[in-house]
């Protein structure tokens, strides 16, 4: 699975991208947002500092999908180079006796704020790696016009 950023990624800020391959159960995400203000950026800012929170805010928004009763653990990932500031998490959710994987960054650069993830099943090798898409998004974003 081959993805692209394409030239247009400065009219992609604020909008969600998500690509899911149905054939194996695997979910990708990123999400680009423009922090015009100081709030916003210490806001986004505040969930880098805490990868904790962000492990339990993913397994409340797993609850609150529907998808039932969900147990989380984590591990926080190196993400060196990525983003200005950044934190990536290695999310495990057990849900309904299936066990899946979700590789999180999130990072800002400039007036931008991103969050790029990957979920598959424990044991199955995503189609991208988490970490490659937040480089290739951190290159685009740093291709815009400042």
Known sequence: MDFQLGAGTEEALGAN?????????????????????????????????????????????????????????????????????????????????????YDVILFSRDNAGAVVGVMHPEGADPAVDAFQLAELVDARLMELPG
Do not use: K
């Open 17 to 101: 991208r998500a690509f899911m391959n149905v054939g194996t159960t695997e979910f990708v995400i990123a999400v680009l947002t423009p922090m015009e203000t100081g709030l916003q950026r210490t806001l986004f800012e505040q969930q880098l500092e805490d990868p904790e929170m962000l492990a339990d805010m993913m397994g409340m928004g797993m609850q609150l999908s529907g998808a039932g009763e969900a147990e989380t653990e984590f591990e926080e990932l190196t993400v060196e180079g990525i983003g200005e500031v950044a934190t990536g998490i290695q999310v495990r959710i057990s849900l309904e006796g299936m066990i899946f994987v």
